[in-house]
């Protein structure tokens, strides 16, 4: 998007992510009282999908529950604590705390990263002088991955399979939150999208990327491999 257009500032990051995980909370909320789901959700800014042609590995079982301590996704620069939180009076997901810019939030009532369901992160964007965690997030694409660092010793290694952008008046909570499949162990991140609406003192859109297990490794080899991108990184860089 253009200069004018880019969000910034710690009350834009407050609006966007807050409205996120608002919905989320009332989402979880509706799910206990009704079966139904949302229509399918098209929106006024384009969804990335699922490119054509774009090998996906297949899913692997999941794993046993423990608690995430660290999540990475290279493609988009990140490599982050993850710290856990709960809802708050209003029956909202609290966001990462404002003070932390750097760290990603896990909903730690829901699912356990690398179990069965849906493990949802959150993240902010920026803040009034830098990009904070996912600032990223929007230019991540179908099978890149994403490495959640568990408290049992073990790395989650998740394939990215969708990117959407949904907007405010046709956000779909099942899309967003719910699985995608039975019986997979899936992982959501979501930050703020859309370009900021100073009216409203808000985004117009959230970011979701969709991702699903599909390896388990040990700390040893998800160390080892991240060496190894960063030497590949930094030669590419010097050439």
């Not at 829901?110 to 920026?126: L, R, S, Y």
């Not at 703020?192 to 979701?208: E, I, L, Q």
Request: aromatic share 6%; charged share 25%.
């Amino acid at each position: 998007m253009s200069a004018p257009d880019r969000p910034a500032g710690t009350g834009r990051l407050l609006t966007g992510v807050a409205w996120a995980v608002l919905l989320l909370g009332l989402w979880l909320w509706g799910r206990a009282a009704t079966a139904g789901n949302s229509a399918p959700t098209t929106g006024d800014v384009a969804a990335v999908g699922r490119p054509l042609g774009v090998p996906l590995p297949p899913a692997h079982d999941p794993l046993g529950g423990a608690a995430p301590q660290r999540v990475e996704l290279p493609s988009a620069g990140i490599d982050a604590t993850v710290v856990r939180r709960g809802l708050d009076d209003e029956g909202a997901i609290e966001p990462p705390p404002f003070g932390t810019p750097g760290a990603v939030g896990w909903y730690a009532e829901g699912t356990e990263p690398g179990t069965e369901g849906a493990a949802i992160f959150v993240g902010h964007v920026d803040t009034e002088t830098k990009p904070a965690v996912f600032y990223g997030l929007s230019a991540v694409r179908p099978g890149e991955k994403v490495r959640v660092s568990r408290s049992d010793g073990k790395v989650a290694e998740f394939t990215v399979d969708d990117v959407q952008v949904f907007t405010r008046e046709r956000f779909d909570a099942q899309k967003a939150y719910g699985p995608r499949e039975d019986g997979r162990a899936e992982l959501r991140l979501i930050t703020c999208g859309g370009t900021y609406d100073r009216k409203s003192h808000a985004y117009t859109a959230n970011v979701v990327v969709s991702a699903y297990l599909t390896a388990e490794k040990s700390a040893e080899e998800g160390a080892q491999e991240g060496g190894v991108r960063s030497e590949a990184k930094g030669g590419a860089q010097s050439r």
